[in-house]
């Protein structure tokens, strides 16, 4: 109630409240602590009038059984993008970002400090991607954004640092040439124990490439870009699959694709690929981790056996009723030999027909119960799989993945 009297004065003017379109605070009202003295700030966010492109975000002080206004941040652009509240300082203070739509393709920024009651403004800039993170886990944020520069058409990533109750703009650095449009920025492990903001990029065509970006010191380092040629040529795919953390270690892998014995085209839709997954450490070196086949469409992956590449090829089935991947062992010019059969049940009772007589359970996620058979053409084959070696090679795929191939 004492809140509410503040607004509804903000409100006789003809403002009304509004909520941001993206991100993960999307209230209209939204209480942190800003300051770290353990009671939360309150923070509105109002459209000045129906029709109006001008936006305020206030701040509102606890003060015993009131609130005060404390001040507001000012915008212009189509709606608020998002609002987010980096950490400022390693004592628990934090700033105000808000994020503006100022068109279809068009983002800017505004970060403002809270210090002793008062707002103070910081920064105020345009960007393409952005980022907020404790890269180097010392309890301040970082902030990433990306931009893309009018000389070289080429886009590239800016490190800001707070910094003695500043926000500097301290490192830049390019990305891929290759890189036509930003697809996913994420932050993640490297193999030696540091950390690194992971940007994927669409390419002209199909496929991503990934800059794997580290901070040292004050500075921002592209590990996968090459200096003689500017391409990420190592970490470029024909494939849309994002790098991401596949074995559950809080490190980021990066797939490179290869086409299964068998298809020759790879722009055909119907190609088959494995992935191989890299771990890089932080001075750009890597080691691959394992390959997988990965069926995105049923939402499920298998480790492929070490043996495996080059000799195991996959086809699908194109039966509406019954889906499932038969994994065989290739022989060019002849018959391939099945050694496996994964099946993805949909329907009401898909749970019960995974645990069919005649069928190896494997699991069930949010839409599928998946089951397998080992054909009788596996038996004495030195490239099968037992019962036991699938229950640590068949993995679901969690639902953070992020694909548009299949």
Not at 14 to 37: F, H
Not at 51 to 56: E, M, N, V
Not at 296 to 301: K, P
Request: proline residues 3%; negative net charge; glycine residues 10%.
């Amino acid at each position: 109630l004492a809140l509410q009297k503040n607004l509804d004065k903000i409100g006789q003017s003809g403002a009304g409240l509004t909520s941001p379109v993206s991100g993960k605070n999307q209230a209209p009202i939204q209480l942190v602590d800003l300051d770290g003295d353990g009671e939360a700030e309150a923070i509105s966010l109002f459209r000045l009038s129906d029709s109006s492109g001008q936006f305020r975000v206030y701040v509102h002080k606890k003060d015993g059984g009131s609130y005060s206004e404390v001040g507001y941040i000012e915008g212009h652009g189509d709606s608020i993008e998002s609002i987010s509240y980096p950490r400022s300082d390693s004592g628990g203070g934090r700033s105000i970002l808000v994020s503006w739509r100022l068109g279809a393709s068009e983002l800017g920024m505004t970060v403002y400090s809270y210090e002793n009651g008062r707002l103070r403004a910081m920064l105020d800039s345009d960007y393409s991607n952005l980022l907020i993170d404790d890269i180097d886990q010392d309890g301040t944020d970082e902030i990433v954004t990306v931009v893309k520069e009018a000389k070289t058409n080429r886009f590239a990533a800016k490190l800001y640092l707070f910094q003695n109750d500043t926000l500097k703009m301290a490192s830049e650095t390019p990305l891929s040439k290759e890189a036509a449009a930003i697809d996913r920025i994420v932050t993640g492990g490297l193999s030696d124990g540091s950390r690194a903001v992971f940007i994927d990029s669409r390419l002209s065509g199909k496929g991503l490439v990934s800059d794997i970006l580290v901070k040292k010191g004050q500075d921002l380092y592209n590990l996968s870009l090459s200096d003689a040629t500017g391409s990420g040529e190592e970490t470029v795919r024909k494939l849309s699959v994002n790098c991401t953390d596949v074995d559950s270690d809080r490190i980021i892998e990066i797939p490179v694709p290869e086409l299964l014995p068998g298809y020759k085209n790879p722009d055909l839709p119907d190609a088959q690929w494995s992935l191989l997954w890299n771990k890089y450490s932080s001075d750009g070196s890597y080691k691959s981790l394992f390959r997988t086949y990965h069926n995105f469409a049923e939402e499920w992956y298998l480790i492929m056996k070490d043996g495996w590449a080059g000799k195991i090829t996959v086809s699908k089935s194109n039966s509406p009723s019954v889906r499932y991947t038969t994994f065989s062992i290739y022989i060019k010019g002849g018959k391939s030999v099945p050694i496996l059969k994964i099946y993805t049940f949909t329907g009401d009772d898909r749970n019960a027909q995974a645990k069919s007589v005649g069928f190896i359970y494997l699991g069930s996620g949010a839409t599928a119960s998946y089951a397998a058979v080992i054909p009788k053409e596996a038996s004495g084959q030195e490239l099968s799989v037992t019962e036991s070696e699938l229950e640590k090679l068949f993995r679901i795929i969690p639902e953070e993945w992020d694909s548009d191939t299949y």
